[in-house]
């Protein structure tokens, strides 16, 4: 992407992000579904530095901080106001902002980053391919990138599945194709329906000699 690009995306999410992050947790509840279950299989893993990728409000951050008070967090985030937000409920954590598609962060933490967590950010970002890209480069070797986002919906009845993929339009968010994920080398686990996919994908950073 380039300076336009970015500035055009950062204006769009801070007009849409001002008003409602006082309410985004409370709301989106109802229907950015697998987010916990994702956290929680994480969680049982051994990393020790993990960066979010458009943390948003830092709910995710602030719960993965309870089930792992060990872990060193950071998060990259595009929306000013999100990411003011972020830091007051995460004071101990490294939040940066930045855009998925070419923010660095694998020395973000100071130790290195095992996995990177795209959590409903990735249907949203305007490069998926560049970010996902640049989070499997940034990821330490060894280590991996896990999505969990919107799935090709292929499971519900084609005109709630329509509606829903016209609805999430006017977010600019378009839910991940199975297609898509599979090209790029993801293992998927599927939510009911296709509602959401958790897919998650090996670093391609190399060992230093
Ligand atoms: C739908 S919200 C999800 C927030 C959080 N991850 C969650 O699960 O509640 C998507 C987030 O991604 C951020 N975002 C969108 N495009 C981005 C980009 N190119 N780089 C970094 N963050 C981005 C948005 O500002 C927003 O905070």
Redesign the pocket.
Same mark, same amino acid.
């Given at each position: 992407?380039n300076a336009v690009d =970015?500035d055009a995306?950062r204006d769009f999410?801070n007009r849409?992000?001002r008003w409602s992050r006082p309410i985004? =947790?409370l709301t989106?509840k109802y229907y950015?579904l697998g987010?916990d279950r994702t956290l929680r299989a994480l969680a049982a893993e051994p990393w020790r530095g993990l960066v979010? *990728?458009?943390?948003?409000?830092g709910?995710?951050l602030v719960a993965l901080r309870r089930l792992r008070p060990d872990a060193v967090l950071g998060g @990259?985030?595009?929306?000013d106001a $999100?990411l003011a937000l972020a830091r007051t409920r995460l004071p101990d954590a490294r939040l940066v902002h930045?855009?998925?598609?070419s923010?660095p962060y694998a020395d973000l933490l100071g130790v290195p980053v095992e996995r990177v967590?795209? %959590?409903? %950010?990735l %249907? $949203? *970002?305007?490069?998926p391919d560049g970010?996902l890209r640049q989070a499997r480069a940034q990821v330490a070797p060894g280590g991996s990138v896990v999505v @969990?986002d919107f799935g090709d919906l292929r499971g519900l009845p084609r005109p709630a599945a329509d509606a829903l993929t016209r609805w999430l339009r006017t977010f600019h968010?378009a839910p991940l194709q199975a297609s898509w994920l599979t090209e790029r080398g993801a293992s998927l686990t599927w939510g009911p329906g296709r509602y959401y996919v958790v897919a998650t994908f090996p670093s391609t950073a190399s060992r230093a000699a």
């Open positions: 992407m =970015d995306h999410l849409y992000y985004y =947790d989106r950015l987010r979010e *990728i458009g943390p948003g409000t709910r995710n @990259v985030e595009a929306c $999100m930045g855009f998925a598609e923010a967590l795209f %959590s409903y %950010s %249907s $949203m *970002i305007q490069d970010a @969990v968010v």
